[in-house]
């Protein structure tokens, strides 16, 4: 029924929604005259059963009844149809005529039924077109024109008026009703445009993030490394096919393990573990590639954090390569470096020695000349046992078997044996060599003592070489609160600007005609600043073509009793 109703209320769709909506209103406009023609049948029909007799106005009703119930289909069909316009036109009309049988002429034409020519002069405007609200008002005023002709009294002016008041008042209504319907149009019409565009625009961003999603992934599964992605939490939330080679996990197992699952395994060793989760959780800043031993392989390990479009920190990603060849060539040359190193001390050592001797005069009489060879001697070969001495360090820093045993020890006694080392070569230069302690300097401080010794020594050895005229000057003082300062001044050459960003390389040296009189491969300032950083210090560099050199060493200040030994690095 609900429906059936529903569909007889609703018309058929048109362009212009203003008729669509008019022929609602007429349809509306039917069904409640239709009930109200029927409910009147009903009760004349009543009314002749009680009475016995039907009267003149009950046989009017039985007679108009039906006829006005013909003229509401006809009127119906004609809005279903064809025109909303001209259905409500007519529709109206016949309310004119019927009003004309409603009551006496007298009461008609200005008495108590006068009000109901009001209702089709309200009703035009709103079921036809503002502007018929007059049309109507005009034609109900001449329908009450004629009626009191034709019962001989006077118009009702002040009736002709008032209906013309209620169209002014009904056209403004209509026209306010009709103009706020258009502003809403227009409104919903650009929403829908906006949700269209809008629609077409989420369209193409997701086409487009698909798009890259399946290519960021492509490029992810075709990298050669392992890649992880970790969240703030910790747990793996991303992995690609070639971590699955590396670990032996599959990607099913990676995602979703927390950090300290993935590393609890038993082809990671215990110290290997502790720096890896200080990589990955961003605690220890300072790592990069770190070499690590998982299973058979050898892996070299970065993370860096992974930030959003407001550069917070959602995550970490590290990146696993397999470094197994690289640390197995290394390897075999460490190997080879520290054994030829060994088997090169001995005879080293012994010519060392007999040219000593040979100087000395132990085998006899020896002329100025022979002295001079036995010195060139002597000098060449300790040159050589430097060579030796700084590939065996290298090879132990990069073999990560260097230890720095932290005790004791007096910054005093680090100065006098620089000076005892170094003093007879700067005097055969004529150079004046200054050692200056701070009196505010710790007597006693904790650290490497033959490091340390190794660090001045290496510095003064080189800034004596390069000076040939003025002072070489050590100095150890405190640097703040918590660090001391070794610096090396000399009066040489110096050093160019652009060599200060390599000098500090392995197997760099600086050209020039000085430094090929002098020799060297290249590796004493490489290994002064990978013992430095591996005592937590650093080293720093300024120099002045024809003014000199100044290398600064800072390290941290530890007085109190800490001794121990730090682990091997594991760094590349």
Not at 470 to 475: A, D
Request: proline share 3%; hydrophobic share 45%.
């Amino acid at each position: 029924m609900k429906t059936t109703l529903q569909k007889f209320f609703t018309p058929p769709e048109a362009t212009d929604l203003d008729e669509t909506r008019r022929r609602k209103l007429l349809n509306i406009l039917l069904v409640s005259m239709s009930i109200l023609t029927v409910m009147g049948i009903i009760f004349a029909a009543i009314d002749v059963l009680s009475r016995g007799k039907p009267s003149q106005d009950l046989m009017l009703i039985f007679i108009s009844g039906p006829i006005l119930l013909l003229l509401i289909a006809g009127i119906s069909i004609l809005n279903r149809k064809y025109s909303g316009k001209i259905a409500g036109t007519i529709f109206l009309l016949v309310l004119l005529v019927l009003f004309y049988f409603t009551d006496s002429p007298a009461e008609l034409a200005g008495g108590r039924s006068f009000f109901v020519f009001i209702i089709p002069v309200t009703i035009a405007s709103l079921l036809i077109s503002p502007a018929m609200s007059f049309i109507f008002a005009f034609l109900g005023s001449l329908e009450i024109f004629f009626i009191t002709i034709s019962i001989g009294t006077s118009p009702n002016y002040a009736g002709f008026i008032g209906l013309f008041l209620v169209a002014i008042i009904s056209w403004l209504s209509a026209r306010g009703l009709e103009q706020a319907l258009h502003d809403l149009r227009v409104v919903n019409a650009e929403l829908d445009q906006r949700v269209v565009e809008r629609t077409k625009e989420l369209s193409a961003a997701l086409t487009r993030e698909t798009v890259e999603a399946g290519r960021r992934e492509a490029i992810l599964n075709s990298i050669a490394d392992g890649v992880i992605v970790f969240d703030r939490n910790g747990t793996a939330i991303l992995s690609n096919p070639s971590t699955t080679n590396l670990i032996h996990k599959s990607q099913s197992e990676i995602v979703g393990m927390g950090l300290n699952d993935l590393l609890d395994s038993e082809d990671v060793k215990p110290e290997d573990r502790g720096s890896l989760a200080a990589l990955l959780e961003k605690s220890a800043q300072d790592i990069s590639n770190l070499r690590v031993q998982w299973g058979r392989k050898t892996l070299s390990v970065n993370a860096a954090e992974v930030r959003d479009g407001t550069s917070q920190t959602i995550g970490t990603v590290a990146v696993f390569r397999d470094f197994t060849r690289e640390a197995e060539l290394e390897q075999m040359k460490n190997t080879f470096i520290a054994i030829v190193s060994h088997e090169l001390r001995t005879p080293l050592n012994a010519i060392l020695g007999y040219a000593e001797m040979l100087k000395e005069a132990v085998y006899g009489q020896v002329n100025e000349k022979q002295k001079n060879v036995s010195s060139r001697i002597m000098t060449n070969t300790q040159r050589l046992l430097e060579i030796v001495s700084d590939l065996l360090d290298q090879a132990q820093i990069e073999a990560g078997k260097l230890k720095i045993q932290m005790v004791a020890c007096k910054p005093a006694v680090l100065l006098d044996n620089v000076r005892g080392v170094m003093e007879k070569f700067a005097s055969d230069k004529n150079l004046n060599l200054i050692t200056e302690l701070d009196p505010s300097m710790p007597s006693m401080i904790i650290g490497d003592p033959q490091r340390l010794q190794q660090i001045i020594v290496n510095l003064t050895n080189n800034a004596v070489k390069f000076t040939d005229s003025g002072s070489v000057h050590v100095k150890v003082a405190p640097f703040g609160e918590k660090n001391w300062q070794i610096q090396i001044i000399d009066t040489g050459d110096g050093i160019p600007k652009d060599a200060l960003a390599y000098i500090f390389e392995s197997f760099r040296q600086v050209d020039g005609l000085s430094t090929r009189q002098h020799g060297g491969v290249g590796l004493g300032l490489s290994i002064v600043k990978q013992l430095v950083e591996r005592m937590n210090g650093k080293i720093t560099t300024e120099s002045e073509i024809g003014k000199g050199s100044t290398f600064t060493v800072t390290l941290p200040l530890i007085t109190q009793d800490v001794s121990s030994t730090v682990p091997p690095s594991r760094q590349e």
